[in-house]
């Protein structure tokens, strides 16, 4: 297999372990941002960075439409805001 499934390209693990990450609660910001560190040893800077491209990402969306869909509800309405 050639990493597609029947949907198009798999998301690499990467981006599935970022995706996860912000699929879950925090307790506060402390415990995301050392979760980031830790689990994927990128700053919080970079995780954002990367979660901000996932967005437009249509393998992103297939492996997680909830959370996506959340996500681009969020950016979009902090962009209206400006």
């Not at 599935?16 to 506060?28: I, N, Q, Y």
């Not at 960075?49 to 909830?66: S, Y």
Request: glycine share 6%; no cysteine; charged share 35%.
């Amino acid at each position: 297999m050639t990493g597609d499934d029947a949907h198009g390209p798999a998301l690499p693990e990467r981006d599935r372990a970022v995706l996860a990450l912000e699929a879950r609660s925090w307790p506060g910001t402390g415990a995301k941002e050392r979760a980031i560190r830790e689990q994927l040893g990128i700053s919080p800077v970079r995780y954002y960075q990367l979660l901000n491209a996932l967005l437009d990402d249509r393998a992103a969306l297939e492996h997680d439409p909830v959370t996506v869909n959340r996500l681009r509800r969020v950016r979009a309405a902090r962009r209206e805001r400006r």
